[in-house]
């Protein structure tokens, strides 16, 4: 277990240096651009987080570690992290009329933001694992899939809403009052960010499950839906940042989440490949728009002279996206496909339509955000 644990103290540091230059990067789009131009500006930003490393990691670091060479590998991802670091320094910045202080009221706010944040996702799971203990015993697949599906729906729902009010009151104190958009704009992005997020996290399983493959033998086809996905977020991307300038921040988002929950239900309307492949392509397009026009609204909710406080706070989003969907949404899947064998996939189906409302009511939250500060 020591090289366990070794890579799990590594893993923690990692995601600490991770949201530590994630939170000051964040602030310079605020700094030092227009408004007129954030929306190109944070398409490019998201060309550069998603959709260009993954395709770029799929020909080098991966290939390396699939021949044997996990040292030069690692090497390779350390001088990338030298590079943009040594980059990074090329920014040009004002410097501060005076020697920052660290407020440690602020530190604890934001200490006690993830412990409730984090609570309120273990809570919501919890109930879901009590409501299939209840259900072990009833033989009525219908009963077994409302109710599974509206209980994860509401456990989901109860996490991105009121885990994101609760934490962002916590955090922000008074502030948070002032500017209810910003709440709105991290529920609008959380939601959305579940459903995508999970949507990949599952698709081995998703595939196994209602196609039929076997084990490994779904690792070639998920792999190929990975790359569809990350090829089609490439190629919205851009387009997208200067339809955001173009016709607004909020239209472009909505057209995001519409796009999405097309691509959903085209994913699984007919268990075939090419229609799932299909399906993964139109939800590409909509997670490239939703990157580039969701980032260029935050950046307008958030008080210029705190970007970098207001948008680090905003990784509740990126960094709770997987734990909701995952810790509450995986045991659904597992349940329903235990308890009704005679549909294939049944589970993953009700799980990947739960994503889909989500994407539906990150639209609903984005109708209570104002544009502007």
Do not use: H
């Not at 090829?231 to 955001?244: H, M, N, R, V």
């Not at 980032?295 to 990784?315: D, Q």
């Amino acid at each position: 277990m020591l090289g366990f644990w070794a890579l799990f103290a590594i893993g923690l540091t990692l995601s600490v240096a991770s949201n530590t230059s994630q939170a000051a990067e964040q602030g310079i789009i605020p700094d030092l651009v227009p408004d007129d131009k954030r929306g190109l500006c944070s398409g490019v930003k998201a060309l550069f987080e998603i959709p260009v490393p993954l395709i770029v990691v799929a020909f080098t670091v991966a290939r390396l570690i699939s021949r044997g060479y996990l040292w030069a590998s690692l090497l390779m991802a350390i001088a990338v992290l030298m590079m943009v670091m040594l980059l990074t320094m090329l920014v040009p910045e004002k410097p501060l009329n005076k020697a920052p202080s660290l407020e440690w009221s602020l530190l604890v706010r934001l200490v006690g933001m993830t412990v409730l944040f984090t609570g309120i996702i273990i809570v919501a799971g919890q109930v879901v694992r009590q409501v299939t203990s209840f259900l072990s015993e009833v033989s009525s697949p219908a009963t077994i899939l409302i109710v599974m599906g509206l209980v994860g729906l509401a456990a989901m729902l109860f996490a991105v809403g009121l885990g994101v009010w609760i934490s962002v009151r916590f955090s922000l104190g008074e502030s948070a009052r002032q500017n209810p958009s910003f709440t709105w704009w991290v529920i609008n992005r959380l939601a959305f960010l579940v459903a995508a997020v999970n949507l990949s996290t599952f698709a081995i399983y998703f595939l196994q499950a209602r196609l039929g493959y076997v084990k490994e033998a779904a690792a070639s086809p998920a792999s190929r839906l990975i790359l569809l996905v990350g090829i089609f977020i490439l190629l919205s991307t851009l387009p997208a940042g200067w339809l955001t300038d173009r016709f607004g921040k909020k239209p472009m988002v909505a057209v995001a989440g519409i796009t999405a929950v097309l691509g959903t239900v085209v994913a699984l309307c007919i268990p075939k490949l090419p229609i799932i492949y299909l399906g993964a392509c139109i939800i590409g397009i909509g997670v490239g728009f939703f990157y580039a026009a969701n980032w260029a609204l935050g950046t307008l909710l958030v008080p210029k002279l705190k970007a970098g406080r207001y948008l680090g706070i905003s990784n509740l989003a990126g960094a709770g996206a997987g734990a909701v969907g995952a810790y509450i949404g995986g045991p659904i899947a597992d349940f329903v496909t235990a308890q009704v064998p005679q549909i294939p996939g049944l589970g993953y189906v009700l799980l990947f339509s739960i994503y889909g409302l989500l994407f539906l009511f990150s639209i609903l939250a984005l109708t209570q955000v104002k544009a502007d500060r």
